[in-house]
Structures are given as C-alpha cells and as structure tokens.
C-alpha cells in the first residue's frame, strides 16, 4: 500500500481545476530545475539525457512519473492477483498471462479497460499537451503544466508550500524509479521459470534455509540441488499459452 500513496502527489488538490503546479527548483542546470535527484548519488545520469532541451526534459518527467505511477500499480497487482483475483476467480498462475486469459474468458471487460484507458491518455494530452497547429509546438507540453499533474487529487495530498511539495515530488519519483525496476524483474522472472512471484520467493527462501542447515551440520535437510532445480524449471504454462 506504501507504493499506492505516492501516485496522487503531484496532483492538483481541486477536482476539476487545473492548478499551475509551482515547485522550487532544485538546481537549474541539471534537469532544467526538476526535483528527483537525491544524495548519495546526486545528479546521476551516466549516459546523458539530460543535456536537451528544457522542454524536452519536461517530455521526459512527463513519461518517467506516469511510467512510475503504473509500476507502483502494477508492483501489488502482481501480487494480488496471483494470490486471489479480486475481480476473476478462475483466472490463476502468473500474472503475465493474465492479461491473455482475461481477452480470451471475458473479452468485453477487455474492450473495457482498453476504453478506460484511452480515455485517461486523452484526458493527460488535454490537460498537458500543446496542441499541435503547427510544427514548433507538435509533441509538446504546454507552458502552464507541470509534467504529471493532470487534476487528479480526490484525497488532497497535494502540498501548497513548495518546497514540501517538491519533496513529496521526489518521493513519487523515487518510489516509481524503484517500482519501474522490481515490475521488470518479475515479468523476467515470471518469463524463465513461468512461476508465480511468490512462490518462486519460497523456493528461494526455502533454498537459503537449506544452505543454512547443511553449513550447521543439521541431518536430513532437504536437498538444496532439487530446490534451486525446482526454482529455474519451467512450469506448464497456464491456461495453455505456451509450450
């Protein structure tokens, strides 16, 4: 739940009015003043995205904070899902192919959700994005919005200070940065050993526990080449997606 809280941060606190998000700029030669960096690695960017334009770099937080947002979504989706479906009871084994059975069972709440996000995504290019009558301003945000503030904070988290809003700021980054990296090693774990997240993480956990008990001398423990074995096997696919 920790991961939820932080993806209605940046958002405008009156429903329906967007708000120019004002935000104290952290140092304005890197990342055009955007908040994100944090000690101990600072101002990291080792392959050089930052040097563009400043628009450009406002596309850029614009796609990293709302890629971040669906991670921190998608992070304890995985792991609901693949315990009990709130939604489809007969949908089971791992989330990556939930979506795939999801089409083939109930194809109309698929129609559903692809609408539901269409909608949003034409809602954030309203609220954000310039419109486009002529080349200068095609694939770009407007002056006025701030990347990732779409007037979206039915809770009203959203500070009016500046500088605890740019702290809260760098918290939801940090948080998606983080949530970006664990949802990609579970959809690569999930892809070599077909295996729910969890009980991959108790093949592993009872593995340690086996290597512990063998370095103490304990008798009969369970024999850890059969555990790491049983981790990297792949499991039939479920709902015969696969080979």
């Known amino acids: 739940m920790l991961l939820l809280l932080p993806t209605v941060i940046a958002f405008t606190n009156v429903p329906g009015i967007v708000k120019k998000t004002v935000v104290r700029a952290s140092d304005p030669s890197f990342c055009d003043g955007l908040p994100g960096a944090l000690p101990p690695v600072g101002q990291w960017d080792p392959l050089g995205f930052s040097n563009v334009s400043p628009g450009e770099i406002r596309r850029y937080r614009e796609a990293e904070t709302q890629h971040g947002r669906v991670a921190m979504l998608a992070v304890p989706g995985f792991l609901v899902a693949e315990s009990w479906h709130p939604l489809f009871k007969d949908v089971e084994g791992p989330a990556i192919d939930h979506l795939t059975q999801v089409r083939q069972e109930y194809p109309f709440f698929f129609e559903l959700l692809a609408l539901g996000i269409g909608l949003l995504e034409v809602n954030r290019a309203l609220q954000g994005w310039a419109f486009p009558d ?16 779409v007037g979206f904070d039915p809770l009203g988290l959203k500070p009016t200070d500046p500088d605890e809003l740019e702290t809260m700021i760098t918290r939801e980054l940090q948080n998606g940065r983080l949530a970006m990296l664990a949802a990609a090693g579970f959809m690569a774990q999930e892809l070599t050993n077909h295996k729910p997240i969890l009980e991959t993480l108790k093949l592993i956990l009872l593995f340690d526990q086996t290597e512990i008990d063998k370095n103490l001398g304990i008798p009969d423990a369970t024999n850890p080449l059969a555990i790491e074995a049983e981790i990297f096997s792949p499991a039939p696919d479920t709902f015969g997606l696969g080979n």
């Open 134 to 149: 002529s080349r200068r301003v095609a694939n770009t945000l407007k002056e006025d919005y701030y990347p990732g503030d």
